[in-house]
């Protein structure tokens, strides 16, 4: 019965009635109603459980399978002026499906997310998107979520930082996760990999397409 999987998810929290009740918006004898099976989630409960508490949206439907999802590692990268944000919904793009960083960059509201992030107390992200290689290995590896905020100016740069970044390579796009650091090249940046393996390249500011700051990582961990 539906209700008892409700009760399972609450006790699994260790949360007592009154406190899932005020979590879902509703009130502690609608609560009890539901797990008795004499009332029913609405929508808008069943995507607090969730986006908010990461129950397993299997589970919630059919009480088998694993109750929570996997577990994210959430890794943020904070400056001092940065203002926190109490809940943001940050949507995941796919990079393929956008033809790459330049056409999302210049015009997100055409390309549609594949799903949003919803992540609480961190500095404004204008998106996300999945990572590809090793460069960065161990602080990011493939398959990893990075959140980024946007940089339509090259001067706004703060060095050491990482960013997400499209860089023309013969005619194609390339895109990477790197420190930026300065160059004693006029017009030039060096790209650092935090993989040792991964020599230090220098690069022409010319040839950056897009650019974004790097403001959080998230990382996949065992499910419970």
Known sequence: MK???IKQIRKELKLTQQQLAERLGIGKAALSMIETGRAS????NKNILVQELNVNPDFLETGRGQMFNAEPDLQAYRHRTDNSLPLQSVPLYSVEGTAGLVP???DSSSNKPVNY????????CDG??????DSMYPLLKSGDIVLYKQLSDLGDIFWGDMYL?????DGEEYITVKYIQKSEREG???LVSQNPHHADKEIAMDRIRALALVKASIRMNSIR
């Open 188 to 190: 030039y940046v060096k």
């Open 165 to 169: 970044l499209s860089i023309e390579i």
């Open 128 to 133: 996300a998107i999945y990572v590809a290689g």
């Open 3 to 5: 209700g008892d999987w």
């Open 104 to 106: 999302l960059f210049t």
């Open 41 to 44: 989630l609405t929508t808008r």
């Open 117 to 124: 992030i919803h992540i609480p107390n961190l500095p404004k």
